[in-house]
């Protein structure tokens, strides 16, 4: 079995963070933490992992169910686009670290996100 050394100039495609997802009392009640490649989505991350986070749009970045707000590491994962600003500026309970986790791709570094109470879905309810 290969496995690359830390000075291995492919490192970095065999790095799996860890996302640390805060308690919710819906997805996770106790909390959880999983493990994805990097690269992955947050959300996709999540869905493979038995935490189904709402995404209404299929992951196309057109709502904002999958709203996450990142606790540690937000700056690992990328600047949002202009689409992901103007979705996050209708999320429910927006904060400075919001995202959608559709859009937010995993670094190698370890997150912790907090999924919130609530989400507005804007095809389902008419707004």
């Excluded at 496995?3 to 490192?11: M, V």
């Excluded at 600047?79 to 996050?88: A, C, G, K, V």
Aim: aromatic share 4%.
């Amino acid at each position: 079995m290969f496995l690359p050394s830390d000075n291995d100039e492919h490192t970095h495609l065999f790095a799996m963070p860890i996302i640390k997802i805060l308690p919710h009392v819906e997805y996770c009640p106790q909390g959880a933490q999983v493990q994805a490649p990097a690269g992955t989505s947050i959300c996709e991350a999540l869905l493979d992992n038995g935490v189904n986070i709402e995404h209404a749009c299929d992951m196309s970045a057109a709502c904002t169910t999958c709203h996450v707000v990142v606790r540690e590491g937000y700056a690992s994962l990328g600047e949002p686009d202009e689409t992901e600003e103007d979705l996050l500026d209708r999320a429910w309970g927006l904060e400075p670290q919001s995202r959608l986790s559709c859009q937010a791709i995993l670094s190698q570094q370890d997150v912790t996100i907090e999924i919130p109470r609530y989400s507005i879905n804007h095809a389902k309810e008419n707004h």
